[in-house]
């Protein structure tokens, strides 16, 4: 599991190793190396998505490593609450950016391996932090370096990291 502390609560995200393999493995990749420390969600759309993971503050671009092959026909949707990755119009464009559904989007789906349908690759779920993922939605939105929908305080992921989860066999239930 991966915690995103941002200064509006926690939110944890299951990635789907099975069946994006080459996106939860990048995305996890750049959790690791402390990529995501410090970013913002730079994009906030109510209705639609926040995302997150190219910029720093002040809307300054962060370098990324090399683009990742679209997985977007892996059978996984853009529902609420789903995360995937971000890209430009080439579809094996995406690298560190990523957005998490705040509605069922289902129009940014795979339907097809052409331009129009490759679709934006689904790779993990909120499986926590509702709540802050709510209040980000929410937040006022503004115009800022040549970007729409910038909020207008920063939303900031203060650290990502890997969650240890403890093992079930070592817990005691008949405590």
Do not use: C
């Not at 300054?60 to 609420?80: C, H, R, V």
């Not at 940014?108 to 679709?119: F, I, R, S, V, Y």
């Amino acid at each position: 599991m991966i915690v995103l502390q941002t200064n509006f609560g926690d939110i944890s995200l299951e990635l789907n190793h099975e069946k994006a393999p080459k996106t939860a493995a990048n995305f996890e990749k750049y959790v690791k190396e402390g990529f995501y420390d410090g970013v913002i969600f730079h994009r906030v759309i109510d209705g639609f998505m926040i995302q997150g993971g190219g910029f720093e503050p002040g809307m300054i671009s962060k370098e990324t490593a090399e683009s990742i092959e679209n997985e977007a026909d892996n059978g996984l949707s853009n529902t609420k609450y789903s995360l995937a990755m971000a890209r430009t119009m080439d579809p094996h464009s995406a690298s560190a950016q990523f957005f998490i559904n705040v509605s069922d989007n289902t129009f940014l789906d795979h339907t097809a391996k052409t331009m129009e349908g490759w679709g934006y690759t689904v790779f993990a779920e909120v499986v926590d932090g509702f709540d802050a993922v709510d209040k980000i939605k929410a937040v006022t939105t503004t115009f800022r370096a040549g970007h729409q929908d910038v909020p207008t305080e920063d939303v900031i992921i203060k650290s990502a990291s890997i969650a240890d989860l403890p093992d079930l066999e070592e817990i005691d239930v008949d405590k």
